[in-house]
């Protein structure tokens, strides 16, 4: 069972190939707001170097958002269409929960990215990665008081610092990410939509002009 991973939903754009829990080959970007320019290119020189064709790849493990709103649109648009052309499965799955995969050894994974204004995007995972919190727009200073509630040892992962304590960088364990996720809900091509947590400022502008 081949996998293709996808995720540009945050600066690092990373693109690899599985052969069920081997990792065949993979490619990365640090060009943020590049990655509609990269990302096919990406994809390309992973066959290449692993020898696979497109079609060769059984599914597609898609990271949906949240995060940077252009960058989940381009990564769930190369899936869909991918998915749709050649009928193949698609496996779309939280920034926030593969972001927590990168750490081990704690009793919490507190997975958060930047949403400006005081706000993040985030999650709160257990020593089994199993959702404490449910992933959520919330302000810094409610999920500081959650924190201060947790019991344990606890790993904070992110892109902005929310308090005093260390916040580890984003850092994607991708065989943790094939073992954890492959068998994940799969859905067909047109029901893979990006998961925004919170509407984009353009639709947000609008339904205030039109009170």
């Known amino acids: 069972m081949k996998s293709l991973f996808i995720d540009t939903s945050n600066k690092i754009l990373t693109i690899a190939v599985f052969d069920n829990d081997e990792l065949l080959g993979v490619e990365?970007?640090?060009i943020m707001n590049e990655h509609s320019k990269y990302a096919v290119d990406k994809m390309k020189k992973v066959f290449d170097k692993i020898k696979l064709k497109p079609n060769d790849i059984n599914r597609i493990l898609v990271v949906n958002g949240p995060g940077s709103f252009t960058g989940v649109r381009i990564g769930v648009t190369i899936a869909k269409t991918y998915a749709?052309?050649?009928?193949?499965?698609v496996i779309p799955?939280?920034?926030l929960y593969v972001n927590a995969l990168g750490y081990s050894a704690h009793d919490y994974y507190v997975s958060f990215l930047d949403a400006r204004r005081g706000f993040v995007y985030a999650s709160i995972y257990d020593k089994e990665y199993k959702p404490f919190l449910k992933e959520q727009y919330i302000s810094i200073d409610e999920l500081n008081s959650v924190i201060n509630t947790l019991d344990g040892s606890v790993v904070q992962i992110g892109d902005v610092s929310i308090?005093?304590?260390?916040?580890?960088?984003?850092?994607?364990?991708l065989e943790k990410i094939?073992?954890?996720?492959?068998n994940k809900e799969l859905v067909f091509s047109h029901a893979l939509k990006p998961n925004y947590l919170k509407r984009v400022e353009a639709e947000e502008k609008l339904m205030v002009e039109n009170k």
Do not use: G, H
């Not at 094939?178 to 492959?182: E, F, G, L, M, T």
């Open 28 to 30: 990365t970007s640090d």
């Open 84 to 89: 749709w052309s050649l009928n193949k499965e």
């Open 93 to 95: 799955i939280s920034s």
């Open 163 to 173: 308090n005093d304590n260390e916040t580890k960088p984003i850092v994607l364990d």
């Open 178 to 182: 094939i073992k954890y996720c492959k």
